[in-house]
């Protein structure tokens, strides 16, 4: 499998992995954000002196595409550019959403129809969310929710969905229904890009480095309640 470097800046929290042969091999995190514009840096520096010292031919850039903060993506996508521009190699977009489910579905013992309720905060009650099956299919898209407790009460009434992102703990108890879970201290980890950015590169799904733009939370149009209308 290829050698790829993964960089994940859409929350507070920096994180860049190398990623060969279906596993992590290098991983750094940093916490104390946000301060991707002080860390991503050093990471990349470390990571690329990982691998250049091993020898290693890197062959892609996975960056987290959003939804996330707009200065977060900025700083990661721009910073994956470069890199692609640099070393001549391919760029590939993981989307945020997508990416905050693997550990759900590594790590957790869910029944066959749990759907997964990926969440971004954004403010007040308003989450950027997405719905996927466990084979992270999309049952409904992306998009901007002002929740209450009939957000999801349509996909609730027939399936159990897993909430989690740094949006679900506000709104749990908001959604309130039997078939809600919350699963807590779900974060987008670029140590868990690596089986979203290898099946990519499996399939070819690259981005024009040229060209290729975050998915910003400026983007979506908050879904209002008819009631707050």
Known sequence: MPCILNIETSTDVCSVAVSQNGACIFNREDYSGPNHSVRLGVFIDEALAYIDSRDIPLEAVAVSCG??????????????????YGRGVKLIAVPTLELLA???????????????????????????????DRALREVRPVQADIVD??????????????????????CIETINHPNATLIKDIKPLAANMFPLADKRMAEGRFEDVAYFVPFYLKDFVAKTPKKLL
Not at 104 to 125: F, G, I, K, Q, S
């Open 67 to 84: 939804p996330g903060s707009y200065t977060g993506l900025r700083i990661g996508v721009s910073m994956a550019k470069g890199i692609c």
């Open 102 to 132: 693997v550990p759900v579905l590594l790590y957790n013992d869910l029944e066959d129809d749990t759907l997964l309720c990926p969440m971004l905060d954004a403010r007040r009650m308003e989450v950027y969310a997405g719905i996927y």
């Open 149 to 170: 407790g009939d957000t999801y009460r349509e996909y609730l009434d027939k399936n159990k969905i897993c909430f989690f992102g740094n949006g679900a703990c506000k």
